[in-house]
């Protein structure tokens, strides 16, 4: 049973900050992982998706890298801004028959990032 | 292009009641999964469609069914409502293989009373 871990739980910063989010899984067999970004009472908004065979994503102020052999994926944003605030969360998608559709989500990293 | 639009946004029912919340996916999506999000349980599958088919099911009671639609807009249904019910209802839509990745709607936000 595929399992995803977050770390850290939270995570406070001041504005222009850099800062690394983590995120494991137990199972290798992934079809990929994707980051989402979570306001509150909010649907989830897809940030990056990284394919198995890759190694990282850019996209503007972030970058996610895949280790898939570990099981760990890194979120990585450059110079944060409260906007930045919000939840993150991990995802993974299993490959083979009884995982379609199916994303294995981890608990997330609640950030603020204050002025 | 739209996005994956549910319907209603937040409802209000009393124990024992049904409930049916509704989901239209991207345009050209044919795969829909169901997703119940809870503070204490954080975000857990319930069940994925595809071309009308349930092809996985999470580990939900038989009172949370669904159903797709030849348009691919799904549907699903929680009968006799418990107050552990109460959550936040994300559907997510993708193109036929996972490897597209999952766009999400804004949720319906259920609450049992």
């Known amino acids: 049973k595929q399992e995803v871990t977050q770390i850290p739980a939270a995570l406070s910063v001041p504005e222009g900050e850099n800062l690394v989010l983590n995120c494991s899984f137990t199972?290798?067999?992934?079809?990929?992982l994707q980051w989402f970004r979570q306001d509150p009472g909010k649907g989830l908004t897809s940030l990056l998706l990284i394919q198995s065979s890759q190694r990282e994503q850019t996209s503007g102020r972030l970058n996610a890298s895949l280790d898939k052999s570990s099981g760990r994926s890194t979120l990585y944003i450059a110079a944060s801004q409260p906007g930045d605030s919000a939840t993150y969360l991990c995802a993974v998608s299993g490959a083979g028959g009884t995982s379609y559709g199916k994303l294995t989500f981890g608990q997330g990293t609640i950030l603020t990032v204050h002025p | 292009k739209a996005g994956v639009t549910q319907t209603p946004r937040y409802l209000i029912k009393t124990r024992g009641q049904q409930v049916t919340l509704s989901c239209s996916p991207i345009?050209?999506?044919?795969?829909v999964s169901w997703y119940q999000q809870t503070p204490g349980q954080g975000l857990q599958f319930l069940f994925e469609?595809?071309?009308?088919?349930?092809?996985n099911k999470g580990n939900f009671p038989g009172r949370f069914s669904g159903r797709q639609f030849s348009n691919s807009r799904s549907e699903m249904n929680v009968s006799t409502l418990e107050l552990g019910d109460s959550a936040l209802y994300l559907c997510a839509s993708s193109r036929s293989k996972s490897a597209y990745g999952y766009t999400f709607g804004s949720g319906t936000r259920l609450t049992v009373v």
């Open positions: 345009s050209g999506h044919r795969s």
């Open positions: 199972d290798s067999a992934i079809y990929n």
């Open positions: 469609y595809f071309s009308e088919t349930q092809r």
